[in-house]
């Protein structure tokens, strides 16, 4: 089960941020590296269901119009981080 919902922030050309959830928070630096260059941030929390909080800020950016394409999402690192500590309850998110 996932236990982390996560918001990578990186040198994408179209500014989007990836959200998603994993069950391996240490894994996530080395599975996007390539992809997100040297400059990616990630900012994540531990919760409960990882994979019904990503559904439920998925949702909602979608319905906000925010979809870039599968779980990239135009919108502000930061505001993705407000919406996961919203759904979630966390008060803080942590950087890996």
């Known amino acids: 089960m996932n236990k982390y919902i996560y ?3 990186g040198s994408l050309k179209n500014g989007s941020v990836k959200i998603g ?3 391996d928070c240490d894994g996530i630096r080395t599975r996007y590296q390539t992809y ?4 990616m941030k990630i900012y994540y929390a531990h919760v409960e269901d990882g994979c ?3 559904k439920t800020i ?3 950016l ?3 119009g925010c979809l870039y394409s599968n779980e990239l999402y ?3 690192c930061l505001d993705a981080r407000h919406l996961i500590r ?3 309850d966390v008060s803080k998110l942590k950087t890996c």
């Open 7 to 9: 918001v990578i922030n």
């Open 21 to 23: 959830s994993t069950g």
């Open 74 to 76: 135009n919108c502000s």
């Open 62 to 64: 979608e319905s906000r």
């Open 58 to 60: 998925h949702d909602i």
């Open 86 to 88: 919203e759904v979630t």
């Open 36 to 39: 997100y260059g040297d400059e």
């Open 52 to 54: 019904k909080a990503e």
